[in-house]
């Protein structure tokens, strides 16, 4: 019996929020304090109190995101693979929704990548 998987938008969408809010936790107080922007830093961080607490887990939110990056590119190799409908319409539909969901996941994993090396490199070089 062939296992089917399916692939929700919500999957693609709650990577991209993980690996955002590594960005916004992580790595934009890292950015902003090295472009010399620590007003705007500290600007933010009266607006924003709950920046702080959050910050102090940014090693569990980046292991978690990695996680679930994991976990839909996993997903992402199995449902590259199914076949689409026989239905014109429906297969171009299918393709279409294929490539956009490859376009978001790559733009997780690069919204990631770049939170994490400016978390957890360049503040090692600064």
């Not at 950015?31 to 620590?38: C, D, E, F, H, T």
């Not at 705007?40 to 709950?50: C, E, G, H, L």
Request: glycine share 4%; hydrophobic share 50%; net charge positive.
């Amino acid at each position: 019996m062939r296992e089917k998987y399916t692939q929700s938008p919500m999957v693609n969408f709650f990577a991209l929020l993980s690996s955002s809010s590594t960005l916004l936790c992580c790595a934009l107080p890292a950015i902003l304090v090295s472009m010399g922007a620590g007003a705007v830093f500290a600007n933010m961080i009266s607006v924003f109190p709950a920046l702080t607490a959050v910050s102090r887990f940014k090693v569990e939110i980046t292991v978690v995101t990695f996680i679930i990056l994991v976990a839909v590119g996993i997903l992402h190799l199995k449902t590259a693979k199914m076949p689409c409908p026989a239905d014109p319409g429906l297969g171009r539909a299918c393709l279409k929704t294929r490539k956009r969901s490859r376009i978001v996941y790559y733009l997780s994993c690069s919204v990631f990548g770049t939170a994490s090396i400016f978390t957890f490199i360049v503040p090692e070089f600064l």
